[in-house]
């Protein structure tokens, strides 16, 4: 699919093979650079530190002629660049008598601006106030003429403190030693506004600088909720007294999105597509901004960049966001959500002076998991397991495979079970209300929710406990549950775990569990996702979740976008087909996003009334904390752009 994004922007940072002091050269590698990473689709280029001459020049540097070449190539550069193409490369400028290690913004063939570097390293092997000042010893409005080859003069300011606005981005510039100061001047940037930052830099490469070099790149990208895109020179700089780095990355909030840190004479190029909608959604939602700095940055605004294409994306989109990918840390990860899930059960059973923790176990799997944090309970608390009492209720649509997966659960983990049938139960309801027994409606499977319901609340009185309630945030989002029925609890441990989820944690419960347990765990992870309120047919399973609302995998895709990036349907349908592509058609996702929007709308009401529960991650529906919204708002133009999408696709 080739489509156009708005919101997405292609980075390309370089670190090319210099010539040190060879102007002439370092122009033709930058053209080079420059034509591949068109070619490639970038729209904002970033070149590292003094790139045009080098950075290891020394007392080069005092040589007029390699500042007056340094001057025309970079004049000569600028020429090249199409309109709504950003570039940004490193050269020294010379102004009244002062020499500034400057960042030039190219575009459309001009030299915008020049953006000096602040922070003057002078420590170590770094030498640089023999031949440079800081920025902030400009004149308020510098501006300087820089002389064309055709003999034309090109005017733009020289400035540090300067915003550069272009369309939706908004980019500010530091230079290597800014990043590493206390205050580094993309605090300040971003803080005004700034959604990119680009860091032309000259690191060089020793022992554990790398990882300390990419953590504070990741933590700044974090801290000022932006794109940082880091260039540094490489080894074809001097190697008379150090090795440069050639480090190359891309983060975006503190992720990273493409990084290359080999040690190469050659040219690198690394791309990534930055997400403006989703970082500018952060801002809103976080509103981080820093005191009383305002007007202290000038605007500049240029052209829009040029609206790109994108067939494939420079950026991973992953398929199932919710869940741990690295297989590294998964475990830790499952571990630490488990270990959340219980605190904030045990929390409530202190706060409440109750021990007994009351649970509707069908053998599916979040009832599966809602045990296992309770298990998990019991070890904080110091209790028996016995205080949990698990209440099994098989009705019509309940099947051999997990009546028998529920019994041997409790076996193995040294619970109370009581079975409580509700078949005559439901029976003499549904004649009361004048239903008949045939009609398997929502009335019917609603009935028999509702009637577990009050099953699990008079238990928790005879037992002096708390029902924990086993919907997981997914059955939320879609409004897969009875309106008090199973929607119902006294405290939820799933609400905050969406079903991809609760499926990865009660695989990782198995993993570490030993036989019988581990054999039934994985039997229950088999089992087709059912509420099982139909009868079965040749005693299997005849009402699977996923064929009536669709895959949990898309569903969890969505919200997930939905609620994290404030994504509309356009950039989920864009992000969904190329995370999924080789499993859905296009038509097919689109299918099962309507049926998301629609249910997610139509369903407030119920996460309005929806019980205490516990959050584990960044997304959370509890009407409380992370989610509000009007139980009656209309889902209209939400459906609307994705027939529109469909149209231009």
């Given at each position: 699919?080739?489509?156009?994004?708005?919101?997405?922007?292609?980075?390309?940072?370089?670190?090319?093979?210099?010539?040190?002091?060879?102007?002439?050269?370092?122009?033709?590698?930058?053209?080079?650079?420059?034509?591949?990473?068109?070619?490639?689709?970038?729209?904002?280029?970033?070149?590292?530190?003094?790139?045009?001459?080098g950075?290891?020049?020394?007392?080069?540097?005092?040589?007029?002629?390699?500042?007056?070449?340094?001057?025309?190539?970079?004049?000569?550069l600028?020429?090249?660049?199409?309109?709504?193409?950003?570039?940004?490369?490193?050269?020294?400028?010379?102004?009244e008598?002062?020499?500034?290690?400057?960042?030039?913004?190219?575009?459309?063939?001009?030299?915008?601006?020049?953006v000096?570097?602040?922070?003057?390293?002078?420590?170590?092997?770094?030498?640089?106030?023999r031949?440079?000042?800081?920025?902030?010893?400009?004149?308020?409005?510098?501006?300087?003429?820089?002389?064309?080859?055709?003999?034309?003069?090109?005017?733009?300011?020289?400035?540090?403190?300067?915003?550069?606005?272009?369309?939706?981005l908004?980019?500010?510039?530091?230079?290597?030693?800014?990043?590493w100061?206390?205050?580094?001047?993309?605090?300040?940037?971003a803080?005004?506004?700034?959604?990119?930052?680009?860091?032309?830099?000259?690191?060089?490469?020793?022992?554990?600088?790398?990882?300390?070099?990419?953590?504070l790149?990741?933590?700044?990208?974090?801290?000022?909720?932006?794109?940082?895109?880091?260039?540094?020179?490489?080894?074809?700089?001097?190697?008379?007294?150090?090795?440069?780095?050639?480090?190359?990355?891309?983060?975006?909030?503190?992720?990273?999105l493409?990084e290359?840190?080999?040690?190469?004479?050659?040219?690198?190029?690394?791309?990534?597509d930055?997400?403006?909608?989703a970082?500018?959604?952060?801002?809103?939602?976080?509103?981080?901004?820093?005191?009383?700095?305002?007007?202290?940055?000038?605007?500049?605004?240029?052209?829009?960049?040029?609206?790109?294409?994108?067939?494939?994306?420079?950026?991973?989109?992953?398929?199932?966001p919710?869940?741990?990918s690295?297989?590294?840390?998964?475990s830790?990860?499952?571990?630490e959500?488990?270990?959340?899930?219980?605190?904030?059960?045990?929390?409530?059973l202190?706060?409440?002076?109750?021990?007994?923790?009351?649970?509707?176990?069908?053998?599916?799997?979040?009832?599966t998991?809602?045990?296992?944090?309770?298990l998990e309970?019991?070890?904080?608390l110091?209790?028996?397991?016995?205080?949990?009492?698990?209440?099994?209720?098989?009705?019509?649509?309940?099947?051999?495979?997990?009546?028998?997966?529920?019994?041997?659960?409790?076996?193995?983990?040294?619970?109370?079970?009581?079975?409580i049938?509700?078949?005559?139960?439901?029976?003499?309801?549904?004649?009361?209300?004048?239903?008949?027994?045939?009609?398997?409606?929502?009335?019917?499977?609603?009935?028999?929710?509702?009637?577990?319901?009050?099953?699990?609340?008079?238990?928790?009185?005879?037992?002096?406990?708390?029902?924990?309630?086993?919907?997981?945030?997914?059955?939320?989002?879609?409004?897969?549950?009875?309106?008090?029925?199973?929607?119902?609890?006294?405290?939820?441990v799933?609400?905050?775990?969406?079903?991809?989820?609760?499926?990865?944690?009660?695989?990782?419960?198995?993993?570490?569990?030993?036989?019988?347990?581990q054999?039934?765990?994985n039997?229950?992870?088999?089992?087709?996702v059912?509420?099982?309120?139909?009868?079965?047919?040749?005693?299997?399973?005849?009402?699977?979740?996923?064929?009536?609302?669709?895959?949990?995998?898309?569903?969890?895709?969505?919200?997930?976008?939905?609620?994290?990036?404030?994504?509309?349907?356009?950039?989920?349908?864009?992000?969904?087909?190329?995370?999924?592509?080789?499993?859905y058609?296009?038509?097919?996702?689109?299918?099962?996003?309507?049926?998301?929007?629609?249910?997610?709308?139509?369903?407030?009401?119920k996460?309005?009334?929806m019980?205490?529960?516990?959050?584990?991650?960044?997304?959370?529906?509890?009407?409380?904390?992370?989610?509000?919204?009007?139980s009656?708002a209309?889902?209209?133009?939400?459906?609307?752009?994705?027939?529109s999408?469909?149209?231009?696709?």
């Open positions: 699919m080739k489509h156009s994004v708005s919101s997405l922007c292609r980075v390309a940072v370089i670190s090319h093979d210099v010539k040190v002091a060879n102007t002439t050269a370092n122009l033709e590698s930058h053209k080079s650079a420059i034509s591949q990473a068109l070619q490639n689709g970038a729209q904002f280029i970033v070149f590292p530190e003094l790139s045009l001459t950075y290891t020049c020394s007392d080069l540097f005092y040589q007029d002629h390699l500042l007056h070449s340094a001057a025309l190539a970079l004049c000569e600028a020429e090249i660049i199409p309109s709504g193409i950003i570039a940004i490369v490193g050269t020294p400028i010379q102004f008598g002062k020499l500034y290690n400057c960042a030039a913004v190219l575009e459309g063939g001009n030299v915008h601006a020049l000096p570097k602040t922070i003057i390293p002078n420590h170590h092997e770094f030498y640089e106030a031949w440079f000042v800081s920025g902030d010893e400009l004149p308020e409005g510098a501006m300087i003429a820089l002389e064309t080859t055709s003999g034309t003069v090109m005017e733009c300011p020289l400035q540090s403190r300067i915003i550069f606005k272009s369309g939706k908004s980019f500010g510039i530091e230079l290597c030693e800014d990043l100061s206390m205050i580094p001047p993309s605090s300040l940037l803080s005004q506004g700034a959604l990119l930052i680009a860091n032309l830099s000259a690191s060089n490469a020793l022992v554990g600088k790398e990882d300390y070099r990419r953590s790149v990741l933590m700044q990208s974090a801290s000022t909720i932006s794109a940082y895109c880091y260039a540094s020179a490489g080894p074809s700089e001097s190697t008379m007294d150090t090795v440069f780095s050639g480090h190359c990355m891309i983060a975006e909030n503190g992720v990273m493409a290359d840190s080999a040690l190469s004479f050659n040219t690198k190029i690394v791309y990534a930055i997400d403006i909608d970082m500018l959604f952060e801002r809103r939602t976080l509103s981080r901004t820093q005191a009383n700095i305002s007007d202290i940055f000038d605007i500049y605004e240029l052209p829009p960049l040029h609206e790109g294409t994108f067939q494939e994306l420079k950026r991973y989109i992953d398929p199932m919710f869940v741990p690295n297989l590294e840390t998964a830790k990860r499952c571990q959500i488990l270990n959340i899930q219980a605190m904030g059960l045990a929390g409530r202190r706060r409440t002076g109750m021990k007994s923790m009351i649970i509707g176990l069908s053998g599916g799997l979040d009832s998991l809602a045990l296992i944090v309770c309970t019991c070890s904080i110091g209790i028996d397991a016995s205080n949990i009492i698990a209440i099994t209720m098989p009705g019509p649509g309940t099947t051999d495979l997990t009546f028998a997966n529920t019994n041997q659960l409790a076996v193995e983990c040294g619970i109370i079970l009581r079975e049938p509700i078949h005559e139960a439901v029976s003499l309801h549904l004649k009361d209300i004048g239903h008949p027994e045939d009609d398997h409606s929502v009335i019917y499977e609603n009935a028999q929710a509702r009637e577990r319901t009050q099953i699990l609340m008079d238990c928790a009185h005879q037992y002096a406990g708390i029902v924990i309630g086993t919907g997981d945030m997914s059955e939320l989002a879609l409004g897969w549950c009875t309106y008090n029925g199973d929607h119902m609890s006294m405290y939820g799933n609400a905050g775990v969406p079903k991809t989820l609760v499926k990865s944690l009660v695989g990782y419960y198995a993993s570490i569990s030993k036989d019988p347990l054999s039934i765990l039997s229950i992870l088999e089992t087709p059912s509420p099982e309120l139909l009868p079965p047919k040749e005693g299997a399973i005849t009402q699977r979740t996923e064929d009536i609302l669709g895959p949990y995998v898309l569903h969890d895709f969505f919200l997930y976008h939905m609620m994290r990036y404030g994504s509309g349907p356009r950039k989920i349908l864009f992000y969904a087909h190329h995370a999924w592509k080789h499993e058609s296009m038509e097919e996702i689109a299918h099962h996003l309507r049926t998301f929007y629609t249910r997610f709308f139509s369903q407030q009401f996460r309005s009334a019980p205490d529960s516990v959050k584990v991650g960044s997304i959370a529906l509890s009407p409380r904390a992370d989610w509000r919204m009007p009656d209309y889902a209209d133009i939400w459906i609307a752009e994705i027939d999408f469909l149209q231009d696709f």
